[in-house]
């Protein structure tokens, strides 16, 4: 039977909670291990393909920039090593896009966000600030007990500080200064750039790139994943039950116990679970997630919480790779 709602009956709704969450900073520990190993060879390439490509030279006859890659803008011309571009072959850009786009796409149809953990620039970047914080100020428990310390003024801790930002500064405006060396010719530019003599758009661009490498990868690091970054939105509608992606096998992690408890149900033929709760999944975490909750779209898929738990399943005595690169039909 219908019941007829009086007007003073509805209670106003108020708290539907807060717009934004909260920012939680996030402390990555280091590890080593395969997937670490990668990630410090890949950085290492990307960076070093980046700041001395636009030295690397290459003969193209009289008259022509020995430049192995150059964007000629008075000239209206791209080289790239044997390559050359003029305005009307702009339809070979579109092709490399597309192959370009094909390729990003089937990378996440067969490993997830592999880009995202191994090869993008925000990823690079961040990942070579952190080694510089944690050279300086140490490891994860040293820096949460400095950032959470009554006195943060003192002496050493300020040293540390200037150090670490003059770092982070001096690598940031390496990179802005990298980016204009692609447009002009690389040593030319740079002698002009010291004795300050070069084209004013130069330093401009120098300094919005400097800018934006500080402060993305000093201190925004994971929030340009997570809320700036579309990709993990294309990347959630794009998996299927038969992509690789960074994954707990709860089947075989549940139910979660001490070393001790799990040895004494085996020993009582009773089933146990490896995961021993030691949260080094979580405090490797660049973005600070919990992988064990499932699939997230915070997840970056680079493979360090399998690194930590390897480690430990090693310590413990229980097979590796309760954490790895699986799909969902195998689990």
């Known amino acids: ?22 920012h939680k900073k996030v402390y990555p520990q280091s590890v080593s291990g395969t997937f670490r190993r990668i990630k410090w060879g890949l950085m290492g390439f990307c960076l070093g393909v980046y700041y001395f490509l636009p030295f690397v030279r290459w003969n193209r006859g009289l008259g022509a920039p020995d430049q192995a890659v150059l964007i000629d803008f008075p000239n209206h ?24 786009a094909i390729g990003l796409f089937l990378m996440n149809a067969i490993g997830g966000r592999i880009w995202c953990g191994y090869l993008c620039p925000q990823t690079v970047w961040t990942d070579l600030f952190y080694a510089v914080e944690r050279l300086i100020e140490g490891d994860r428990r040293e820096r949460m007990k400095k950032d959470a310390s009554s006195d943060p003024m003192k002496l050493e801790r300020i040293s540390e500080l200037v150090l670490k930002h003059s770092i982070w500064l001096m690598i940031a405006w390496w990179t802005g200064g990298a980016w204009v060396l692609y447009f002009s010719d690389a040593p030319t530019l740079v002698k002009d750039l010291v004795t300050f003599q070069g084209p004013m758009l130069a330093y401009i661009w120098i300094a919005i790139l400097t800018a934006t490498t500080y402060t993305l990868a000093g ?3 994971e929030q340009v994943c997570v809320y700036m970054c579309p990709w993990p939105r294309i990347q959630a509608a794009l998996t299927d039950e038969w992509a690789l992606n960074v994954t707990y096998r709860y089947d075989r992690g549940e139910s979660r116990m001490s070393v001790k408890k799990a040895a004494e149900l085996r020993a009582l033929g009773q089933p146990a679970g490896d995961c021993i709760d030691c949260k080094q999944c979580v405090a490797v975490c660049p973005t600070g997630i919990d992988i064990r909750d499932g699939a997230q779209m915070d997840c970056i898929q680079c493979g360090l919480c399998i690194d930590a738990c390897d480690t430990v ?4 005595g229980r097979p590796t790779r309760l954490i790895g690169y699986d799909n969902d039909i195998n689990i």
């Open 1 to 22: 039977m219908n019941q007829t709602v009086k007007p003073e009956d509805l209670q106003p709704v108020d708290d539907y909670g807060p717009l934004y969450a909260a």
């Open 77 to 100: 011309r791209f080289y790239f090593f044997f390559i050359e571009l003029w305005p009307q072959e702009v339809y070979y850009f579109t092709g490399l896009l597309i192959i370009a």
């Open 219 to 221: 201190f925004m690091r």
């Open 313 to 316: 399943m090693t310590k413990i």
